[in-house]
């Protein structure tokens, strides 16, 4: 059962999408995984032959129980006496997929300006750093362990953590619900209560980052009126099915625009951070009724427009279906988050951690717009940036909004 | 209760052994006339003479082989290998026949043999005499090892290792002979296959043996005044070892410190280190942490000898360094 | 041609899988539908592209943004 | 020759030369086949050794041998039929198929096993003729053991502590002239072995290990003279293997001629001719032996092919008595 972000603590097998016997490639979906934060599908990341299933469908386990065993192409299967195997930890987090090198090993790590007031206690991989029995612990107590400041080696969260968090939580109810109800009210219709759930995954996450990430706010407006109308007789010459979305643009040029100011394109791992090479925007994709998740687009600044629109409507139908890859909900090293054409001009975002920066775009709208002297009617986008200010500064963030303005005003490069 | 000194202790217990079954005999390098190399078989020539209290040539794997043979012709051997360090010698008798006939025969070969060795270092007596090995010997499925750490249990082990069909090895370390303590007389047979807590305690779990259990004892006492509670395991049988035991008492402390004059690399803090992985995973709030002696051939000089080996001290520090 | 209630029908169905929750029946003919149904860029696309091949008709870019409601679709589609 | 030679003995003891001729002929053919695997030292040409000696032994006396000693198993009296099982690793094999061909044990006909270390039974035998002499018991130890172990601690040791105790030991060493692939002269210092026991006052013998009636005779000499002085005995008893030291030897260690020249005169080429020079073999008589060997051999084959495995589930049976409390018990099944 991977693990797909720090909040997730079990998940409930829904379907096998593969058999026994059936041969498994890279990237092929094994099966799919119900989470707080809807279906997902377990990838598969080495060719091999499926051996055995472990877990039936409609089962909840825990993070970490190994749910079915893959032999390698032409061995023999597995004895059916084969004792069952030992829980073995997944590795933690979902590899870099199209990662080529390892990104600790090329990105530069930068000296913090200032002491952390609190790093979350995110080992290496973004799992929480806390001892098997405090974890179990936590559960019992229903204290969520990612709102615990641990005390041990390297920020570990330890037994006593728990209890003295527990003893301190105000006796309100609690501001999160337990990881794990006890026993979920089966009555509740199953979207509400996802809805319920997603609502407070996203609360918890929030609130940690408005508490103790120091934001600096930064926004800009562009005009538009080269992209547009480049946009716009591009379209024309299109069938419907392949039309561009001015969103699609908007996402290209904040993801290259990263080359001017790296340290924006970063994620906190346990008290560092570290730059990542490749820049995966995270679109905030807006959930049918409400309710949000951030997806990655992987590799945004390299795929022709063309590509991340497919990207982008694939991402958007199964984030919509609640069918969503793992390695697309952890793999975002930045967000941008768009409001498209409904809502308001500008939109001041909330970093989601573990990274270190969010862009904004408000609604694209005609503006009178001085130039050269005359006065002229543009369509614009005012541009934010909320950028953490441990990480990078106002100077940083200007240097990066501006890039993203003269990007826009050359779209034929993008 | 009568105090006895560890040794005084060992003697009683052969002495009883070759008084209480004519098929019992004492092998073993000086433990007739010169009374036993640790003094632990003085007088029993004189009582039992020299067809049961036999002194071997320096010959450990010839003598240690014989006693095997014997035991499966019919004797109760107690074959004494002065130290585990010589045992080296007679390794291939111990496990190639000692610890396989049985099996390997099918059923049809039993060895009720046991074999006494000192081990352990302390007396400045330098690297080839101050091995711990008795991992290897708890390495070995086939042979069971007992390590008693008081008089007591050196009085008592003996019988039961006695009466065992299959082939026992006891290590007394060397720096236990002189210690005294309470020997009950005749107690219910001693069941010494089970580990006994010499002390309660709620906050760690310190795991020992043998020529370890006096130091690790002290430094319970040094925690305690720190108010750190220390619950301290004497293991008494080191193969098969008491996982219940151990497991049970991580399950209330959390916390684990295994002491071991053994080397730390592949050695018996290793095994129950895995053990508790295994078993008590989600008991466990923070690492087992391992005491033992310097990855070091152990040196003659006192300082350095005091360095290598586990101490009151390094027991202190492993505990508190616990994170 | 398509005829007017083919049109409508085949709007609705097309609303209805786009925003299976909202209550097409409550949705005047005039309402502006990606505000009432709360449809972003992306989900109008795709009303465009699944009106083109359900009636087989093309919409260039520039008029596809007037079909903001069932009463203008039904005028162009017709 | 001592005595007149009762033609039914002398008949069984050429019948058991032939049986273990040709079930080790026989076993060379099935370890090709795959069907026997590990290790298989054939003691073609040595049976002399074995079917004398032990043609010279009590019921009730002791033999510990070493791993070529399929002769002695069956000069002993295990059924070919549990030697073949146990080199095929069934259960019905003499020791559970968990020996194989070097540790054959029958403890009911005092046959104290194979063993695969060069001179590890040596100490074994002192014991088991210590624990004899300590019981009263009447019985002889006879350790077999070859020329290669004669350079091992062990050997030394035990003549000592045989002498010092003054243990009933016959020490039998079938001297074949290699250790493995060394010849004799090249690991000894003094190749003629009979001459060692005088280091420690043993008294010795040599024999022609290639006549059976020789080394019957010589055995039940230094059987008669251990069982009444209660002394060890060291007998040197010369032979040599016509095949490989195992499966997997190219003998590139001795010359192809010396092995014809032993061929010649191997123990079924001399005692066969002494029995028909004595009127007690003809022809006849040497085919029926032929074939009823050949049955037998097959039989056996037939039995250990036919055998039950010993299921997996006995693997921890006959490890220990009492496995005293605590074995490491398997993992805790986390849910």
């Given at each position: 059962?991977?693990?797909?972000?720090a909040?997730?603590?079990?998940?409930?097998l829904?379907?096998?999408?593969k058999?026994?016997?059936?041969?498994?490639?890279?990237?092929?979906t094994?099966?799919?995984v119900?989470?707080?934060?809807g279906v997902?599908?377990v990838e598969v990341?080495h060719?091999?032959?499926?051996?055995?299933?472990?877990?039936?469908?409609?089962t909840?386990?825990?993070v970490?129980?190994?749910?079915?065993?893959i032999?390698?192409?032409?061995?023999p299967a597995?004895?059916p006496?084969?004792?069952?195997p030992a829980?073995?930890p997944?590795?933690?987090g979902?590899?870099e997929?199209?990662?080529v090198?390892p990104a600790?090993a090329?990105?530069p790590?930068?000296?913090l300006p200032?002491?952390?007031?609190?790093a979350p206690a995110?080992?290496?991989l973004?799992r929480?750093?806390?001892?098997?029995s405090?974890?179990?612990?936590a559960r019992e107590l229903?204290?969520d362990?990612r709102?615990?400041k641990?005390?041990g080696r390297?920020g570990?969260i330890?037994r006593a953590d728990?209890?003295?968090t527990?003893a301190?939580?105000?006796?309100?109810?609690q501001?999160v619900a337990?990881v794990?109800?006890?026993?979920?009210?089966p009555?509740?219709?199953?979207?509400?209560?996802?809805l319920d759930r997603?609502?407070r995954t996203i609360?918890?996450?929030?609130s940690?980052?408005k508490?103790e990430?120091?934001?600096?706010?930064?926004?800009t407006?562009?005009?538009l009126h080269?992209?547009?109308s480049?946009?716009?007789c591009?379209?024309e010459?299109r069938p419907?099915?392949?039309?561009l979305?001015a969103?699609?643009?908007l996402?290209?040029?904040?993801?290259m625009a990263?080359r001017e100011?790296?340290?924006?394109?970063a994620?906190?791992e346990?008290?560092?951070?570290?730059?990542?090479p490749?820049?995966?925007?995270?679109?905030?994709?807006?959930?049918?009724?409400?309710?949000l998740v951030?997806?990655?687009l992987h590799?945004t600044?390299s795929?022709?427009?063309?590509d991340?629109?497919d990207g982008?409507?694939?991402l958007?139908a199964?984030?919509?279906a609640?069918?969503m890859k793992?390695?697309?909900?952890?793999d975002s090293t930045?967000t941008?988050?768009?409001l498209g054409?409904?809502?308001?001009d500008?939109?001041?975002?909330?970093?989601?951690?573990?990274?270190?920066?969010i862009?904004?775009?408000?609604?694209?709208v005609?503006r009178?717009?001085?130039m050269d002297?005359?006065?002229?009617?543009?369509?614009?986008v005012?541009?934010?940036?909320?950028?953490?200010?441990?990480?990078s500064?106002?100077h940083?963030?200007g240097?990066?909004?501006?890039?993203v303005?003269?990007?826009?005003q050359?779209p034929e490069?993008l | 209760?009568?105090?006895l000194t560890?040794r005084?202790?060992?003697?009683?217990?052969?002495r009883?052994?070759?008084?209480?079954?004519?098929?019992?005999?004492?092998?073993?390098?000086?433990?007739?006339r010169?009374?036993?190399?640790?003094a632990c078989?003085?007088?029993?020539l004189?009582?039992f003479?020299?067809e049961r209290v036999?002194?071997?040539?320096?010959?450990?794997?010839g003598f240690?082989g014989?006693?095997?043979g014997a035991a499966?012709g019919?004797l109760?051997?107690?074959?004494?290998?002065?130290?585990?360090?010589?045992s080296?010698?007679?390794l291939?008798q111990?496990v190639?026949?000692?610890?396989t006939?049985?099996?390997m025969s099918?059923?049809?070969v039993g060895?009720?043999?046991?074999?006494?060795?000192a081990t352990?270092a302390?007396r400045?007596?330098?690297?080839q005499?101050s091995?711990?090995?008795?991992?290897?010997?708890?390495h070995?499925?086939?042979?069971?090892?007992?390590a008693?750490a008081?008089p007591h249990?050196?009085?008592?082990?003996?019988?039961a290792?006695l009466?065992d069909p299959d082939p026992?090895v006891?290590?007394?370390?060397?720096?236990?002979?002189?210690?005294?303590g309470?020997?009950?007389?005749?107690?219910?047979a001693?069941?010494?296959?089970h580990a006994?807590?010499?002390?309660?305690?709620?906050d760690?779990?310190?795991?020992t043996s043998?020529g370890?259990?006096a130091?690790?004892l002290?430094?319970?006492e040094?925690?305690?005044?720190?108010?750190?509670d220390?619950e301290?395991?004497?293991?008494?049988?080191l193969?098969p070892?008491?996982?219940?035991?151990?497991?049970?008492?991580?399950?209330k402390?959390h916390?684990?410190v295994?002491?071991?004059?053994?080397?730390k690399t592949c050695?018996?803090?290793a095994?129950?280190?895995a053990?508790?992985?295994?078993?008590a995973?989600?008991?466990?709030?923070?690492?087992?942490a391992?005491?033992?002696?310097?990855?070091?051939p152990i040196?003659?000089?006192?300082?350095?000898?005091?360095?290598?080996?586990?101490?009151v001290?390094r027991?202190?520090?492993a505990?508190?360094g616990l994170? | 041609?398509n005829?007017?209630?083919?049109?409508?029908a085949?709007?609705?169905e097309i609303?209805?899988g786009i925003?299976p929750?909202?209550?097409?029946?409550?949705?005047?003919?005039d309402?502006?539908?990606?505000r009432e149904l709360?449809l972003?860029?992306?989900d109008?696309q795709?009303?465009?592209?699944r009106?083109?091949?359900a009636?087989a008709?093309?919409?260039?870019?520039?008029?596809?943004a007037q079909?903001?409601?069932?009463?203008?679709c039904?005028d162009?589609?017709? | 020759m001592?005595g007149?030679?009762?033609?039914?003995?002398?008949?069984?003891?050429?019948?058991?030369?032939?049986l273990i001729?040709r079930?080790?002929e026989?076993s060379?053919?099935?370890?090709?086949?795959?069907?026997i695997?590990g290790?298989l030292?054939l003691?073609?040409g040595e049976e002399?050794v074995?079917v004398?000696?032990?043609?010279?032994l009590?019921?009730?006396?002791?033999?510990?041998?070493?791993?070529?000693?399929?002769a002695h198993?069956?000069a002993?009296?295990?059924s070919?039929?549990a030697?073949?099982?146990?080199?095929?690793?069934?259960?019905?094999?003499?020791?559970?198929?968990?020996?194989?061909?070097m540790?054959l044990?029958d403890v009911?006909?005092?046959?104290?096993?194979?063993?695969?270390?060069?001179?590890?039974?040596?100490p074994?035998?002192v014991g088991l003729a210590?624990?004899?002499?300590?019981?009263g018991?009447p019985h002889?130890?006879c350790c077999?053991?070859g020329?290669?172990?004669?350079?091992?601690g062990?050997f030394?040791?035990?003549?000592?502590l045989a002498?010092?105790?003054?243990l009933p030991?016959?020490f039998?060493c079938?001297n074949?002239f290699y250790?493995?692939?060394t010849a004799?002269e090249r690991h000894?210092?003094?190749p003629?072995i009979?001459?060692?026991?005088?280091?420690?006052?043993?008294?010795?013998?040599?024999?022609?290990g290639?006549?059976?009636l020789?080394v019957e005779?010589?055995?039940?000499l230094a059987?008669?003279i251990?069982?009444s002085t209660?002394?060890?005995?060291?007998?040197?008893?010369r032979?040599?293997?016509?095949?490989?030291?195992?499966?997997?030897?190219a003998e590139l260690?001795?010359?192809k001629?010396?092995v014809?020249r032993?061929r010649?005169?191997?123990?079924l080429?001399?005692?066969?001719?002494?029995?028909?020079?004595?009127?007690l073999l003809?022809?006849a008589?040497?085919e029926?032996l032929?074939?009823d060997?050949?049955?037998?051999?097959?039989?056996a084959?037939?039995e250990?092919?036919a055998a039950p495995?010993e299921p997996v589930?006995d693997?921890?049976?006959?490890?220990?008595v009492a496995?005293?409390g605590?074995e490491?018990?398997?993992a805790r099944?986390e849910p």
């Amino acid at each position: 059962m991977p693990t797909l972000g720090a909040d997730m603590e079990a998940g409930t097998l829904v379907a096998w999408r593969k058999q026994p016997g059936d041969a498994l490639h890279r990237g092929d979906t094994l099966a799919e995984v119900d989470t707080e934060k809807g279906v997902i599908d377990v990838e598969v990341f080495h060719d091999g032959v499926l051996d055995a299933i472990l877990v039936p469908a409609g089962t909840r386990v825990p993070v970490g129980t190994p749910l079915a065993t893959i032999r390698a192409a032409g061995e023999p299967a597995a004895a059916p006496v084969a004792a069952a195997p030992a829980a073995v930890p997944v590795p933690p987090g979902p590899p870099e997929t199209g990662e080529v090198q390892p990104a600790a090993a090329v990105a530069p790590t930068l000296p913090l300006p200032t002491p952390p007031l609190y790093a979350p206690a995110l080992d290496a991989l973004g799992r929480l750093r806390i001892s098997p029995s405090a974890r179990r612990l936590a559960r019992e107590l229903g204290v969520d362990p990612r709102l615990v400041k641990g005390t041990g080696r390297e920020g570990a969260i330890a037994r006593a953590d728990i209890q003295r968090t527990a003893a301190g939580l105000p006796a309100a109810p609690q501001a999160v619900a337990p990881v794990a109800p006890a026993v979920a009210p089966p009555a509740a219709p199953p979207s509400a209560d996802r809805l319920d759930r997603m609502r407070r995954t996203i609360a918890a996450a929030m609130s940690r980052s408005k508490r103790e990430i120091p934001h600096y706010y930064l926004s800009t407006t562009i005009d538009l009126h080269r992209a547009m109308s480049r946009l716009d007789c591009e379209n024309e010459r299109r069938p419907p099915e392949k039309r561009l979305l001015a969103g699609v643009m908007l996402l290209k040029a904040a993801a290259m625009a990263i080359r001017e100011v790296p340290e924006l394109n970063a994620v906190w791992e346990g008290e560092r951070v570290v730059v990542k090479p490749v820049v995966h925007v995270g679109v905030a994709i807006s959930l049918r009724q409400g309710g949000l998740v951030i997806l990655a687009l992987h590799d945004t600044a390299s795929r022709s427009l063309d590509d991340l629109m497919d990207g982008l409507r694939d991402l958007t139908a199964r984030a919509r279906a609640g069918r969503m890859k793992s390695s697309e909900l952890a793999d975002s090293t930045i967000t941008v988050t768009s409001l498209g054409d409904r809502g308001v001009d500008a939109v001041w975002g909330v970093i989601y951690p573990p990274q270190v920066a969010i862009v904004g775009f408000g609604k694209i709208v005609e503006r009178p717009w001085a130039m050269d002297g005359g006065l002229f009617v543009r369509r614009v986008v005012t541009a934010t940036l909320a950028a953490d200010h441990r990480v990078s500064d106002g100077h940083r963030g200007g240097l990066y909004l501006d890039a993203v303005d003269r990007l826009l005003q050359e779209p034929e490069r993008l | 209760m009568p105090t006895l000194t560890y040794r005084e202790a060992v003697r009683q217990a052969i002495r009883a052994a070759l008084a209480g079954d004519d098929r019992v005999l004492l092998v073993g390098e000086d433990v007739g006339r010169y009374g036993g190399a640790y003094a632990c078989s003085k007088g029993l020539l004189e009582e039992f003479g020299p067809e049961r209290v036999r002194d071997a040539p320096l010959s450990e794997s010839g003598f240690v082989g014989a006693g095997i043979g014997a035991a499966i012709g019919g004797l109760r051997p107690i074959v004494e290998v002065m130290t585990i360090n010589f045992s080296l010698l007679a390794l291939d008798q111990i496990v190639n026949n000692a610890a396989t006939l049985r099996h390997m025969s099918g059923g049809q070969v039993g060895v009720p043999l046991v074999i006494r060795m000192a081990t352990g270092a302390g007396r400045q007596v330098a690297a080839q005499h101050s091995h711990s090995l008795e991992v290897w010997y708890a390495h070995v499925p086939g042979l069971k090892v007992l390590a008693p750490a008081t008089p007591h249990d050196a009085r008592h082990m003996l019988a039961a290792a006695l009466a065992d069909p299959d082939p026992v090895v006891i290590v007394e370390h060397a720096m236990l002979y002189a210690t005294e303590g309470e020997v009950e007389e005749s107690p219910a047979a001693l069941d010494p296959w089970h580990a006994a807590v010499r002390r309660e305690g709620r906050d760690v779990t310190l795991v020992t043996s043998g020529g370890s259990l006096a130091k690790t004892l002290a430094a319970a006492e040094r925690l305690a005044a720190d108010s750190i509670d220390a619950e301290v395991i004497d293991l008494r049988c080191l193969r098969p070892l008491d996982a219940d035991r151990i497991v049970a008492s991580v399950a209330k402390t959390h916390r684990a410190v295994v002491v071991d004059e053994g080397w730390k690399t592949c050695g018996l803090a290793a095994e129950i280190s895995a053990i508790l992985m295994e078993r008590a995973f989600y008991d466990l709030d923070v690492p087992v942490a391992r005491v033992a002696s310097a990855e070091v051939p152990i040196p003659y000089a006192k300082h350095l000898e005091d360095a290598a080996l586990p101490s009151v001290d390094r027991i202190v520090a492993a505990v508190k360094g616990l994170a | 041609m398509n005829d007017e209630g083919k049109i409508r029908a085949t709007v609705l169905e097309i609303l209805g899988g786009i925003a299976p929750e909202a209550d097409l029946a409550a949705l005047a003919p005039d309402a502006n539908f990606r505000r009432e149904l709360d449809l972003d860029s992306m989900d109008f696309q795709n009303f465009v592209i699944r009106v083109c091949k359900a009636l087989a008709v093309h919409i260039p870019d520039r008029d596809a943004a007037q079909l903001t409601t069932v009463a203008k679709c039904i005028d162009y589609l017709r | 020759m001592t005595g007149a030679l009762a033609k039914s003995h002398a008949h069984a003891m050429l019948r058991q030369m032939l049986l273990i001729r040709r079930f080790e002929e026989r076993s060379a053919e099935l370890y090709m086949q795959g069907k026997i695997r590990g290790f298989l030292h054939l003691g073609i040409g040595e049976e002399a050794v074995a079917v004398g000696a032990i043609a010279a032994l009590d019921a009730e006396d002791r033999i510990v041998a070493a791993y070529r000693e399929h002769a002695h198993a069956i000069a002993r009296g295990v059924s070919p039929g549990a030697v073949m099982a146990e080199m095929f690793g069934k259960v019905t094999g003499c020791c559970r198929g968990r020996g194989g061909s070097m540790h054959l044990f029958d403890v009911g006909r005092g046959l104290f096993g194979g063993n695969a270390i060069v001179a590890g039974g040596m100490p074994l035998a002192v014991g088991l003729a210590l624990a004899d002499r300590m019981q009263g018991r009447p019985h002889v130890t006879c350790c077999f053991f070859g020329d290669g172990a004669v350079a091992e601690g062990e050997f030394h040791e035990s003549l000592n502590l045989a002498a010092l105790w003054r243990l009933p030991v016959l020490f039998l060493c079938e001297n074949n002239f290699y250790a493995m692939g060394t010849a004799l002269e090249r690991h000894q210092s003094m190749p003629r072995i009979h001459r060692k026991g005088a280091a420690y006052g043993i008294e010795a013998a040599v024999v022609d290990g290639m006549d059976v009636l020789a080394v019957e005779g010589a055995v039940r000499l230094a059987v008669e003279i251990v069982r009444s002085t209660n002394e060890p005995y060291l007998l040197e008893a010369r032979t040599y293997r016509f095949r490989a030291h195992s499966m997997y030897d190219a003998e590139l260690y001795r010359p192809k001629e010396e092995v014809e020249r032993w061929r010649k005169r191997g123990p079924l080429e001399i005692f066969p001719r002494q029995l028909r020079g004595w009127g007690l073999l003809d022809d006849a008589e040497w085919e029926s032996l032929e074939r009823d060997v050949a049955a037998e051999v097959e039989a056996a084959v037939a039995e250990a092919e036919a055998a039950p495995w010993e299921p997996v589930e006995d693997l921890e049976r006959d490890l220990l008595v009492a496995p005293a409390g605590h074995e490491p018990g398997p993992a805790r099944r986390e849910p």
